[in-house]
């Protein structure tokens, strides 16, 4: 069965720095793409990145310039450079994968940024 796995959110001051990970087991096949969606209570979760297998990569305005996103298909994981963070991207991070058109979810790790 395919999971998802996310580390390495916590507490930081706004202009910081946090790297997300994201591991992925259960599946001997490479994801299709991988993402990073964030979600705050109360609202829906939206997009932060996207990248597909080969490496083009897809990025929410909000994050672009700060934010990197990048994969090692080898060992099927995924990271999120995350710099210069603002209050504003305190949330839930989860790690999404797609792999032959079904959809897996990480249980979120949580980022928060104080002013």
């Known amino acids: 069965q395919v999971q998802l796995v996310e580390s390495g959110g916590g507490l930081v001051q706004a202009g910081g720095s946090l790297r997300l990970s994201c591991v992925g087991s259960g599946t001997r096949f490479t994801f299709n793409s991988m993402g990073w969606y964030r979600q705050v209570p109360g609202k829906q979760r939206d997009l932060v990145a996207r990248i597909i297998s080969g490496s083009s990569t897809t990025y929410a305005d909000s994050v672009k310039d700060r934010f990197t996103i990048s994969r090692d298909n080898a060992k099927n994981t995924m990271y999120l450079q995350m710099n210069s963070l603002k209050p504003e991207d305190t949330a839930v991070y989860y790690c999404?994968?797609?792999?032959?058109?079904?959809?897996?979810w990480g249980l979120g790790t949580q980022v928060t940024v104080s002013s």
């Open positions: 999404s994968a797609r792999l032959f058109g079904g959809d897996y």
